[in-house]
């Protein structure tokens, strides 16, 4: 914890000490910082450590699966394949922008991050999520279609659209996180410079900001309502039209097939806006930092790891596209 603060002076008249301080204010400015990761013993810092790494490989491993299954294997070449392939893109993506840092912080009992870096991870953090966010909302939309318009279904679920869409999604979240990332990063930070936190987010990042951050929130409030109602909304009202067809099928084992095409999405959907609430919208007076710590690695690296793993396990497809891998070989 006891880590030097990384500075340039402001220019101006030349201090005492020998460093340069602003003709105006007295201060320097913050050039690393240094993140604090979890406190504790060694020996639970290196379990922790070892947690995570099996966690990290196991997570790439079941998202490059299913990338390459979904690639490869013709029944699976279909929009909603598509749309979960993007998502384990997303998903090595998150864990590899948060995971590797946080191994050297674990080891080392924390550790420092330029500023340059810091920003570059919470930019990258930032547009994984708010891709997913856009992506989810894609995917019941996709799902509504399949079920409430199933004749109509190819016809308007094209490769054509299905790309576009996909690529909507990204140039979106990264328009987005590039706007909420420059505005912080013009701020200015003149100590201290330890993040309390497992790596660069916004709250922990304007905390430490010596400037006025009245327009970062007004931006962030601004930009990030739509950002999350409106995939909300379509999702919620996706989901109603889709229980309300489904509930009109005479049988209940077409009821039970029309619903299961959906419940693994469901299910995704539940654990990213569960674990998203429980860290930005609950008030951090009824969690305490640890607790938030722990969340924060719920969303950035065990959903990663957990998504492939519903969708196999719930997907027929998938495992059948796994044993025709296998008798291959």
């Known amino acids: 914890m006891g880590q030097p603060i990384h500075c340039l002076s402001v220019p101006g008249r030349k201090a005492e000490d020998g460093s340069r301080k602003s003709p105006d204010i007295n201060r320097t400015v913050v050039t690393s910082f240094f993140l604090v990761g979890f406190q504790g013993s060694q020996l639970l810092r290196n379990l922790l450590f070892l947690l995570l790494l099996v966690v990290y490989n196991l997570t790439l491993c079941g998202n490059l699966l299913i990338i390459t299954l979904v690639s490869t294997s013709k029944i699976l070449h279909t929009p909603m394949y598509f749309f979960i392939s993007q998502l384990s893109i997303s998903d090595i993506l998150l864990t590899t922008d948060i995971v590797p840092k946080l191994f050297h912080v674990l080891l080392n009992n924390g550790a420092a991050i330029t500023f340059v870096g810091c920003f570059t991870q919470f930019y990258f953090f930032c547009t994984l999520e708010g891709f997913e966010c856009l992506l989810l909302s894609v995917m019941s939309y996709d799902r509504y279609v399949a079920i409430c318009n199933p004749l109509r279904y190819s016809s308007i679920m094209t490769n054509h659209i299905c790309v576009k869409l996909a690529s909507m999604c990204w140039l979106l979240g990264s328009l987005y996180s590039f706007v909420i990332t420059l505005t912080p990063s013009t701020l200015d930070f003149c100590g201290p410079n330890i993040i309390d936190h497992l ?21 962030v409030d601004i930009m990030g309502s739509p950002a999350i109602i409106i995939p909300t909304t379509i999702i919620v009202v996706s989901y109603t039209y889709i229980v309300r067809a489904v509930l009109r099928i005479p049988s209940s084992t077409g009821r039970q097939k029309a619903f299961s095409t959906c419940s693994s999405h469901l299910i995704v959907v539940s654990i990213y806006y569960g674990t998203i609430f429980s860290v930005y919208v609950l008030p951090i007076g009824g969690k305490s930092m640890f607790v938030g710590k722990i969340l924060s690695l719920l969303y950035t690296v065990f959903t990663p790891l957990i998504n492939p793993i519903i969708y196999s396990l719930r997907n027929q497809d998938i495992k059948k596209a796994v044993q025709k891998r296998l008798h291959r070989h």
């Open 199 to 219: 790596f660069c987010d916004l709250v922990p990042l304007l905390e430490l900001s010596c400037s006025d951050t009245f327009i970062v929130h007004l931006e």
